[in-house]
């Protein structure tokens, strides 16, 4: 990733950035890719704007053709906690098992490549739902053009919050992992969690940089991080340090060129091996991939390790429920927020009404992150999976 754009670039960059239409978007993704020199250095960076602007191209054609009514959609508007999309090769049993684990009613078939359109159903976990996302199927080169509907795959991976993949225990499943990975790495997507990470989130709300570190910066200061910014015109937005990075990936997640989704393995057809060879599966998964990834065996036919797959996707989708309550209320509200591990009476704040941190005098929580129950506590205050929280302004009725 360059860190010497010259500011011709930068400058179509923000403005990108500032685009609000697909088209807009497109235009100045163009222009930007104009404005990038050409040089080993940029190599990654104009490969990955190409792919963004034929994904572009491919959004905006699909949305010509739901206006005229020609074709379904590949897009599907998230719900629930997380959307979770269910990748897999053809015959691996995703449709089973979105049938097995949802409302949703797909079709199920040994022709491989029955599924041609996302399929979405819903999941319960306690007092939230999940969206699973069935995908038509990968092969070997879907990231290169091999299959028609391939970027498009690809792209709802992208805007995922989590990833489930799909394997089919019966037919060479180390072959099918590494196939799905590979395709995922190709469009700049990975599932191993990387040693940091920064997330750079824009906020009207804010006013100037906010650093905020859950780790360590290496060979840079929050200043160098603030001027990095500032040229690319990012003025306001909390800018969240997670694990060892340096200022070389403060800039990567500027661009997004490469992105982290959490991802949980699902061995499937349990039914058709033996207990042996599905540890022997799991042992060569971690040896990979490491311990942090979660691997569940399964059989959508006699319904063996179903119930596991709820509380994995909580899990492993590393978010909490946060629940808000009125002042001089008894009760909490039923719905929760949710929000991501690690998130501070902040960030419930700007989910609630950005309105609050204008006026914000301080919070009370009960809770597992509450000393005790109405804890007073301000803006940096840690929240935990299930806190109450209440906001208490400096004016009545706001």
Do not use: C
């Not at 860190?3 to 179509?12: G, R, S």
């Not at 819903?122 to 290169?144: V, Y």
């Not at 906020?203 to 290496?218: E, N």
């Not at 909490?332 to 700007?350: F, Q, T």
Request: a positive charge; proline letters at 5%.
């Amino acid at each position: 990733m360059p860190t010497n754009l010259p500011a011709e670039a930068k400058a179509k960059w923000a403005k990108y950035l500032e685009a609000r239409t697909l088209e807009e978007k497109l235009k100045a993704l163009q222009e930007f890719l104009s404005a990038v020199p050409k040089h080993k250095g940029t190599e990654n960076l104009r490969a990955w704007v190409r792919r963004k602007i034929s994904e572009l191209r491919e959004e905006i054609e699909e949305r010509r053709s739901r206006r005229t009514g020609r074709a379904p959609s590949f897009f599907i508007e998230k719900e629930g906690a997380s959307q979770v999309v269910m990748l897999g090769l053809p015959n691996s049993g995703k449709s089973s098992l979105l049938r097995a684990l949802t409302n949703a009613k797909p079709g199920v078939s040994d022709i491989p490549f029955t599924t041609k359109y996302p399929i979405p159903g819903m999941l319960r976990f306690e007092d939230i739902q999940f969206q699973l996302i069935e995908a038509p199927a990968l092969t070997r080169g879907a990231s290169r053009g091999k299959l028609i509907w391939g970027s498009r795959v690809l792209g709802l991976a992208r805007n995922a919050d989590m990833l489930m993949l799909i394997i089919d225990l019966s037919n060479n499943p180390l072959s099918q992992l590494d196939v799905l990975i590979s395709e995922l790495e190709n469009v700049g997507i990975v599932i191993r969690r990387p040693k940091g990470r920064v997330v750079i989130e824009r906020s009207k709300a804010m006013r100037g940089i906010k650093v905020i570190s859950y780790g360590k910066l290496i060979n840079a200061t929050v200043s160098d991080i603030v001027k990095l910014l500032n040229s690319y015109r990012i003025y306001n937005a909390i800018v969240k340090i997670l694990g060892e990075v340096s200022l070389d990936d403060v800039e990567k997640s500027v661009f997004e060129n490469v992105t982290y989704k959490p991802s949980i393995i699902v061995l499937n057809k349990a039914d058709l091996v033996d207990r042996e060879y599905i540890e022997e599966v799991r042992n060569y998964i971690a040896t990979f991939l490491g311990d942090d990834i979660k691997v569940i065996a399964t059989s959508a036919k006699t319904g063996m390790g179903l119930s596991e797959i709820p509380k994995a996707i909580f899990n492993v989708a590393n978010i909490i429920r946060v629940y808000t309550k009125e002042p001089n209320s008894s009760k909490p509200s039923p719905e929760p927020l949710i929000l991501p591990k690690g998130s501070r009476v902040e960030d419930a704040i700007l989910k609630i009404r950005e309105e609050f941190l204008r006026y914000f005098k301080y919070a009370k929580i009960w809770g597992p992150s509450a000393k005790y129950p109405g804890e007073r506590v301000g803006l940096d205050h840690i929240l935990e999976d299930g806190d109450v929280i209440e906001i208490r302004t400096k004016i009545k009725g706001i």
